[in-house]
């Protein structure tokens, strides 16, 4: 998931990325100085679970922000919290159903209780965004088959055929954003495990029929990656 901070302070976004960041790993950060270059980005495709909005901004302030997000987002929904240095606004940030009003300096333990009010589900499906040419896509991570680099760029071939070729982004950065199904065959090479027909000592075949060496520095790691996700697989099933 991707949570985005909105705040006019770079040093009071840092700071509250540094602790979202510790607190949610397997979660994308995104921040922004001014509220125009967050509605841009979501303008651009960018989806956003959760938003912690600065009240007290220069220009648009973070509760004036909140039905151009939603406009923006066309429906998809989002959670709002709201942080600022004065309680002023708290009976009307909540009116924009906030879940949550932080007061600065933010604390992790009030960050701990923002997230903790979040209806955070188990179910929901992760995807990432990826920009494609001048614009962005999301995906969602189940359909994603296999991931290359080519020519400067990252070419996304998804479970239905189609290949986009994702710009502005390296293999590092994009397998740090893949979830546990995924296996990084080589520098160049990641793959959702799923898209595996077969695995040996050395090679895998994948289901288009490619037969794809095994790196052997990291030998081990996709071994036991590639056997932890057929064993939970093998216990959904059971649980079916």
Excluded at 78 to 88: C, E, N
Excluded at 90 to 98: D, H, K, S, T, Y
Excluded at 113 to 127: C, K, S, V, Y
Aim: glycine share 6%; hydrophobic share 40%.
């Amino acid at each position: 998931m991707r949570i985005g901070i909105c705040d006019d302070n770079p040093q009071d976004c840092l700071a509250l990325k540094n602790i979202l960041s510790e607190l949610r790993p397997q979660d994308e950060v995104d921040w922004y100085t001014e509220s125009s270059a967050l509605l841009n980005a979501i303008r651009e495709g960018k989806q956003f679970f959760c938003l912690f909005l600065d009240i007290l901004m220069p220009g648009v302030n973070g509760i004036e922000l909140i039905p151009q997000i939603e406009d923006a987002l066309g429906g998809h929904p989002v959670y709002f919290v709201f942080v600022t240095s004065s309680r002023d606004y708290a009976v009307e940030a909540f009116a924009f159903r906030a879940v949550h009003y932080l007061i600065k300096p933010v604390s992790r333990d009030g960050v701990v209780e923002a997230l903790r009010r979040l209806p955070i589900q188990p179910d929901r499906r992760p995807g990432i965004t990826v920009r494609t040419g001048s614009a962005s896509r999301f995906l969602f991570l189940d359909e994603i088959a296999v991931c290359e680099s080519s020519d400067h760029a990252i070419r996304i071939r998804l479970n239905s055929g189609e290949c986009i070729f994702a710009g502005r982004m390296t293999m590092d950065s994009l397998w740090q954003q893949l979830g546990d199904d995924f296996v990084r065959l080589s520098r160049g090479l990641v793959v959702n495990m799923n898209y595996i027909e077969t695995m040996d000592a050395k090679s895998c075949l994948l289901r288009d029929g490619r037969k794809i060496l095994l790196s052997r520095g990291n030998l081990r790691q996709i071994r036991d990656a590639y056997d932890n996700y057929s064993f939970s697989r093998l216990i959904a099933r059971g649980r079916d």
